[in-house]
């Protein structure tokens, strides 16, 4: 059977993004491998997030300024605003981010958009799917009800694995009679502020079947 010029550049095009799709998943394997005392995680009373307007608000403001992986020609440098300095996780020991699938940054997008917590969680929870699930799994932070302005770790894989989910999103808004809700979140693929469809910092809907876990920090949790 011929293949077509456009058939071939189209299997091209998969086949990148399966690369994309893998150099992410292995950046997420580094990170849960890293050393990391988590911190402890007594059982607090949470209750609908008081800095989640803010939280919505400042990643808003991100995706404004057209933050894309370098392929996409955005402000792709930075990206290391999030994973470097203290406004993110502060992993300043990190290379400089140059490439896509570099470093899995989803959840240091999401510790940005979180600044007023305590800069010791964003550095050391924020950082993986995984790290979040074992310092937060067992405790009230761990909720069952979306809100705005929670981290919603959801699965991207067809056959729902990791237990503990492939990637960081912020809820938006309520889930609609589909199912469907907003977020706002950092290497991903989805609609820039233009309109266009690009990888970076984008806007999307997920739907409440790819749910992996939701949490919402207790009020301990922040500086103030």
């Not at 998969?14 to 292995?26: H, M, V």
């Not at 939280?55 to 992986?69: F, H, L, P, S, Y």
């Not at 996409?72 to 999030?82: K, L, M, V």
């Not at 510790?111 to 993986?128: D, E, T």
Request: hydrophobic letters at 30%; aromatic letters at 12%; a neutral charge.
């Amino acid at each position: 059977m011929k293949i077509t010029k456009n058939e071939l550049i189209e299997q091209l095009k998969e086949q990148e993004n399966d690369i994309r799709r893998l150099r992410r998943s292995l950046g997420q394997a580094h990170l849960d491998l890293e050393p990391a005392q988590y911190l402890s995680s007594p059982v607090f009373e949470t209750k609908v997030c008081e800095h989640s307007r803010g939280v919505i608000q400042r990643g808003c403001a991100e995706w404004d300024k057209n933050v894309t992986e370098p392929e996409f020609n955005g402000d792709w440098e930075r990206i290391n605003t999030y994973i470097k300095s203290v406004q993110g996780i502060g992993w300043k020991w990190e290379d400089d981010y140059t490439k896509n699938g570099q470093f899995a940054w989803c959840g240091a997008f999401a510790a940005f958009c979180y600044n007023k917590l305590r800069f010791n969680i964003r550095m050391k929870i924020f950082p993986s799917c995984y790290r979040l699930w074992n310092a937060w799994g067992g405790t009230s932070r761990k909720v069952s009800e979306l809100n705005h302005g929670d981290i919603v770790v959801v699965y991207t894989s067809a056959d729902r694995s990791p237990s503990y989910g492939n990637h960081i999103t912020i809820c938006m808004s309520f889930p609609d009679n589909d199912g469907n809700f907003e977020t706002i979140e950092g290497n991903a693929r989805g609609q820039g502020p233009s309109g266009d469809f690009q990888e970076g910092v984008i806007r999307r809907k997920r739907n409440v079947k790819d749910i992996a876990h939701i949490y919402r920090p207790a009020s301990e949790d922040y500086d103030e």
